[in-house]
């Protein structure tokens, strides 16, 4: 029987069988950052225990840092210049490769680690971060721990992992209109669950994701984990070899060709059997929107928030009675038209330099509509600066938003910058539960052009119905 | 790490599905670079009555009686998901939780479990809700014991329940042991496989 893409990289980093389907797993990359990076360095400082092959380790600010023009280390959220410094002081002494503030390679972890050429095809690569599941969209195994892991990572260069079970979920047909990977995770999550995921790995195929250029890969494999999934991959292809060649820690001239060479080989066979497959056709997806706290609430724009009542599932119907509450919303009401108080374009999900172009592409020449608050975050430095260069950051100002330096932002409120009480936010990024963005904050989760579109008109938007200005 | 083996212990009932670990402990109440000082953040979101605030909310379980002396949590699927922090487990440990028993869990939070002495127990979700139904129906009757060495549960009426766990995951509860100190008895193992690698993937060695 053939092999999955997931049974190849496993066994390319099987050290040894622990029994039980558990395995002792090579690490080839370990990526650390402030928020959880700083208490498994400290950890492990106090244990007196060192890091294992620094060189391999890599670690940026992103979590909790000031994101408004000339920041320092100063920030909003109370003492959270102390996990900057902690940090800091910690990555120099273990010897890692620190992208600090001050560093144009500065950026969210899993949009600097494929953009640094440090998460590539074949590799695995773990980091206290649930999204870590991200850069599955370059061809990594790679998957969000907790700090103590984090430190066995560190301290050993392995993991103790139970294998997954597989899962193949294929993407056919051309993506309509108005419609990207983001409403296809989102469909997705909806469709089967936010647990729908558990327990297994996946692997995202078909002929919609082999069109889908790189940076919607990482999207789509960046809510995995939304979806209880312990990891989302897209095989490696030529595509892949072209977004991956010459980037800073990519591998060059003979290394190069005999990497490619191996990278080719990771897909699944064509007599690969999976647990489970799930087949999408993409032509009946229309731009999504969440109307809930978890991503499973969620639906198509054209649609109206659902009524529990009509949940056969008791658990199911008493979330989404609570979720309806929350976010004040009654059933049947259309989710087109929901008028919003904010609009944030950023996070790990959607902050790529192709998705500040999409939403540029809907904000031309169109001005935020009065009393909403639009805020951009570039996923990191260099997207930022990408995005000046071709003058993206113009098109963003003059229609309203704020035009901010990278980080997480407002992805999450950590007790700085939020968004107001009971406002209601339409955001590209990942996470709509309670609290997330603010306190008692009501968040809508859509792709950036959606989020665009609904800026300008000051309510959820149907994207499809605005011209784009080209 | 504290082991696990047996627990006889209040268990409070939390039926709702795909808790998240921002609901476990929300960012903003994680204040230090520290393990500790968690606890009064646990569920802040649903146990106190204003965000940032400490009145209690009287509705909210862990805050009624027996269920504040609770070392074990009766939840809904999906527990744990969302957010990596492990300051959920650190959170729920150090307010007293040893034990929770759900039908699935978010995966980041179940690894982070096992590595700090809690113990997670996957049940189908009829038995959960029968063994909170039990709970809630008699109040006296709110002891469900956990035995790690037997791999079951006993409901409050007696009946034994058995669940499934890995055995990496067993031993090192069981035994209170470091992951780390284990791992690193296989040290040659590893250099050998960075060997054996770094001439089959030269270009992963920076």
């Keep these: 029987m053939g092999r999955t893409i997931i049974d190849k990289l496993w ?33 492990l400082e106090d244990q007196g225990r060192h890091v294992r092959n620094p060189e391999q380790v890599f670690c940026t600010m992103d979590h909790i840092v000031d994101t408004t023009p000339g920041r320092g280390d100063a920030t909003r959220v109370p003492s959270g210049t102390d996990f900057i410094k902690t940090t800091r002081t910690a990555a120099h002494a273990a010897g890692l490769n620190l992208f600090d503030l001050d560093d144009d390679r500065q950026g969210i972890v899993h949009v600097v680690s494929p953009e640094q050429g440090i998460a590539m095809p074949g590799v695995t690569l773990v980091c206290p971060d649930s999204h870590t599941c991200t850069v599955g969209g370059i061809g990594a195994l790679a998957w969000g721990v907790g700090s103590t892991e984090a430190e066995h990572a560190l301290a050993t260069k392995t993991l103790v992992v139970k294998r997954p079970a ?82 800073p820690y990519a591998p060059k001239g003979e290394a190069w060709d005999r990497a490619t060479e191996h990278w080719k080989s990771l897909v699944s066979d064509s007599d690969a059997e999976f647990d489970r497959e799930i087949a999408i056709d993409v032509a009946n997806i229309v731009p999504q929107m969440t109307w809930g706290t978890s991503p499973q609430h969620e639906a198509g724009i054209d649609q109206r928030v659902p009524d529990p009542r009509n949940e056969p599932d008791a658990n199911r119907r008493l979330s989404m009675e609570r979720a309806l509450e929350y976010m004040n919303l009654e059933p049947g009401t259309p989710l087109e038209g929901i008028p919003i108080d904010a609009a944030f374009i950023g996070s790990c999900t959607n902050s790529r330099l192709s998705d500040l172009r999409n939403a540029a592409k809907v904000l031309k020449d169109r001005k935020v509509a009065p009393g909403v608050k639009a805020i951009c975050v570039p996923g990191s430095s260099q997207v930022k600066l990408a995005a000046e260069a071709e003058g993206l950051d113009r098109i963003f100002t003059e229609a309203g938003f704020e035009w901010r330096e990278s980080g997480c932002s407002m992805c999450f409120f950590a007790g700085g910058e939020s968004f107001g009480v009971e406002e209601r936010v339409v955001t590209s990024t990942n996470r709509n539960f309670e609290n997330r963005q603010g306190p008692r904050t009501r968040s809508h989760l859509a792709s950036p052009t959606t989020v665009a579109a609904s800026a300008v008109l000051g309510k959820l938007a149907d994207v499809r119905k605005l011209e784009p200005q080209e | 790490m504290e082991k696990f083996t047996r627990l006889k212990a209040i268990a409070a009932p939390l039926l709702r599905i795909n808790i998240d670990t921002d609901a476990i402990i929300p960012s903003r109440e994680i204040k230090r670079v520290s393990k500790l000082g968690l606890s009064d953040g646990l569920f802040a979101g649903w146990r106190y009555t204003e965000p940032g605030g400490r009145a209690e909310d009287p509705g909210f379980i862990l805050n009624r009686d027996p269920f504040r002396q609770a070392q074990i949590l009766l939840s809904g699927l999906n527990f744990g998901c969302g957010s990596s922090r492990e300051h959920a487990v650190w959170a729920l440990a150090e307010w007293g939780i040893r034990s929770i028993i759900a039908p699935s869990y978010g995966g980041i939070f179940y690894a982070n479990c096992a590595r700090n002495g809690v113990l997670p127990v996957i049940l189908d979700n009829d038995t959960v809700e029968e063994l909170a139904r039990q709970i809630s129906e008699n109040p006296e009757q709110h002891l469900i014991e956990v035995d790690l060495v037997e791999r079951t549960v006993t409901a409050p009426d007696g009946v034994l329940h058995s669940f499934e766990i890995g055995s990496a995951d067993r031993e090192m509860l069981l035994e209170g042991l470091d992951a780390i100190d284990v791992t690193q008895k296989r040290d040659d193992e590893i250099l050998a496989f960075q060997s054996r690698d770094r001439l089959r993937r030269p270009w992963i060695y920076l």
């Excluded at chain 1, 309509?176 to 729908?196: C, F, N, Q, R």
């Excluded at chain 1, 002929?207 to 999207?219: D, N, S, Y």
């Design chain 1, 11 to 43: 066994s390319e980093h099987r050290i040894a069988d622990l029994g039980d389907g558990t395995s002792l797993l090579y690490i080839d990359r370990i990526f650390l950052h402030e928020r959880t990076g700083s208490i498994a360095l400290k950890s």
């Design chain 1, 166 to 247: 597989t899962m193949r979920v294929s993407f056919d047909g051309q993506l309509p209109y108005g419609v990207t990977a983001k409403d296809m995770i989102l469909h997705l999550i909806g469709k089967y669950t936010a647990s729908g995921g558990v327990g297994y790995a996946i692997e995202f195929a078909g002929t919609t994701i082999t069109a889908l250029p790189i940076e919607a890969r990482l999207t789509l494999c960046n809510m995995a984990v939304e979806f209880g999934a312990w990891t989302g991959v897209v095989a490696p292809d030529d595509k892949t070899f072209e977004y991956v060649k010459g980037r």
